[in-house]
């Protein structure tokens, strides 16, 4: 049987940048999904962040409210229970979820579009604590993204002004426990593809995560503990002309002895700086990629939050 999702140890990438390069490359070619061991973040950021994080969704449903941005299209703070739908599904997703996003400086031009992240007020630790779990995974998708850039033939400083300012988001993620078990099958969220460039996501408490390969088989990713998970998104698909695919994902539901046990993952988004153009490598159309019409990242942003109902259309 094939091995996928075989751990690449990050400590790779300063012995050997070729080798990690080419092991990621080789692992989003095959399913659009790596697993990173040994990664640098460290796990006292993890650790306060996700107690933070608990602590925010244990709080009473009308002090939640208040940091529901519906008319920003929920791009930070809170989103409701059930708000969430996957591309072309009717029923929404089992989940609620927290945005934190970048923090800009007072004349950056992005602030037309990108707003500021709300301050919660009662956990004590959240704003900092989510902070710095941002900061963190923010630096360690750029240095992965140097990496990709390598497997590309590309110069590995490529994407360091693409992504320095871009639109990327932390989200604080809880699939509420189920006191009736759900009928076999059904899913907590449904099958999607990610809108951004590369996806981040430590190992949830847990299981569920499913990937579709191109065979029409769902592979589980169970990565070790302490691995980090790492995926294409739509973005760097359509920079790529399709050779780094944007995988079909799903997160299914959990066996009946598990359903009342609540579910947190904290996926981080990393997403292009809004004016940058995404049109298919010269390089990747050579391989056989297929061109796309360009698009600014915001105006693609755009088009699939509608998709996907976070922003009416």
Request: charged share 25%; glycine share 8%.
């Amino acid at each position: 049987m094939t091995e996928y999702f075989t751990p690449i140890p990050y400590p790779l990438w300063t012995t050997d940048k070729k080798a990690f390069a080419d092991a990621l490359g080789r692992s989003f070619r095959e399913t659009g999904f790596a697993v990173i061991d040994q990664h640098p973040i460290d796990l006292d950021v993890i650790h306060r962040a996700i107690r933070a994080s608990k602590a925010f969704f244990a709080l009473p449903e009308e002090v939640k409210e208040k940091y529901h941005d519906a008319a920003g299209g929920r791009q930070r703070g809170y989103t409701p229970f059930g708000t969430e739908n996957a591309k072309g599904a009717a029923a929404a997703d089992l989940k609620e979820f927290w945005h934190t996003g970048r923090d800009l400086p007072a004349d950056s031009p992005y602030r037309a579009t990108m707003k500021d992240t709300p301050s919660v007020s009662e956990v004590e630790d959240f704003d900092a604590a989510t902070r710095d779990f941002y900061t963190a995974l923010d630096a360690f998708g750029a240095d992965l993204l140097k990496g990709v850039a390598l497997h590309l033939g590309l110069e590995e400083t490529w994407f360091d002004d693409k992504v320095d300012k871009g639109n990327s988001i932390l989200r604080l993620l809880h699939y509420p426990p189920q006191e009736n078990p759900p009928p076999a099958g059904t899913v907590r969220a449904g099958a999607h593809e990610d809108i951004n460039v590369i996806t981040l996501l430590l190992g949830a408490e847990e299981s569920g995560l499913q990937v579709l390969h191109r065979s029409g088989e769902w592979l589980s990713v169970n990565p070790p503990l302490g691995a980090i998970v790492i995926n294409c998104g739509d973005m760097l698909q359509r920079l790529t002309g399709g050779i780094l695919p944007s995988t079909t994902h799903r997160v299914v539901n959990p066996a009946p002895e598990r359903s009342k046990f609540p579910r947190y993952s904290t996926p981080f988004f990393l997403h292009f700086n809004q004016d940058v153009m995404i049109e298919a490598l010269p390089g990747c159309i050579a391989e056989g990629g297929k061109a796309e019409p360009p698009i600014t990242a915001n105006d693609y942003l755009m088009e699939r939050l509608r998709e996907i109902g976070l922003v009416k259309a």
